[in-house]
């Protein structure tokens, strides 16, 4: 297994324009989380799934972005009419449910910039 | 969820040994604390995590007092490569709980 992976890593888009990202997680894990990073900050919950059943969402979560986990393996997170305000790095990160001690394992993300 | 606080910002040199103390002063029982790396353009890699007392692995110690109001995450012989951001976190420890990050420290190691 080769980790979390994140595609694409880097994302330019106009405003206004719609963007989809993926998340690979790794193949045993059952839950994955996706998080929003900007420059200078710690990354901000967003959501998470157990299998295929979203669990949770954020109140940063706003209309325009829905995140789906069709299959229970890997997920996409889609922006819709993007912001200038939704520039960051978006990150992926999965687990399984019984975690005992070896944390999340984050992807290496991908960064939106919005102009 | 606990607050933390911890420093914006450490310098070190190479070889040194670094501390950095997090504040947990609500931590609950329930709660484990768990110190997060982060390098630049990737996501943030565990590295220890501890209820009570030290922790130690290959990388780093983690030194916790009877109290739990505080943390240390210490780093032996520091190399360039371990200039990173670090996190406490602090949360329950089951079935996957989300992590909510602070600010963390951000540890630049000069030669």
């Known amino acids: 297994d080769t980790g979390v992976s994140q595609n694409p890593r880097h994302k330019i888009t106009k405003r206004g324009q719609n963007v989809t990202f993926r998340c690979d997680p790794i193949?045993?894990?059952?839950?994955l989380y996706w998080y929003r990073q900007t420059l200078g900050q710690g990354p901000e919950f967003l959501t998470y799934?157990?299998?295929?059943?979203?669990?949770?969402k954020s109140r940063l979560l706003s209309d325009r972005f829905s995140a789906e986990r069709p299959k229970g393996s890997f997920s996409t997170l889609e922006i819709q009419r993007t912001e200038q305000g939704d520039s960051a790095m978006y990150l992926c990160?999965?687990?399984?449910?019984?975690?005992?001690?070896?944390?999340?394992?984050f992807g290496s993300g991908t960064r939106l910039t919005v102009v | 969820l606990a607050k933390t606080t911890q420093p914006i910002s450490m310098d070190s040199y190479e070889g040194q040994e670094v501390n950095i103390t997090c504040s947990h002063n609500?931590?609950?029982?329930?709660?484990?604390i768990t110190w997060y790396q982060q390098f630049p353009s990737q996501g943030p890699r565990f590295i220890i995590q501890?209820?009570?007392t030290k922790v130690t692995n290959e990388v780093a110690s983690l030194f916790i007092p009877a109290d739990r109001k505080s943390s240390t995450l210490s780093l032996p012989r520091v190399s360039l490569s371990d200039t990173a951001v670090y996190y406490c976190?602090?949360?329950?420890?089951?079935?996957?709980?989300?992590?909510?990050f602070g600010g963390g420290t951000r540890v630049l190691v000069k030669p």
């Open positions: 990160a999965s687990s399984l449910v019984r975690w005992d001690g070896d944390g999340y394992t």
């Open positions: 193949s045993e894990h059952n839950r």
């Open positions: 799934f157990q299998n295929e059943a979203q669990l949770e």
């Open positions: 609500n931590i609950a029982t329930n709660d484990y």
């Open positions: 501890g209820y009570k």
């Open positions: 976190l602090v949360g329950f420890k089951a079935a996957g709980n989300k992590l909510t």
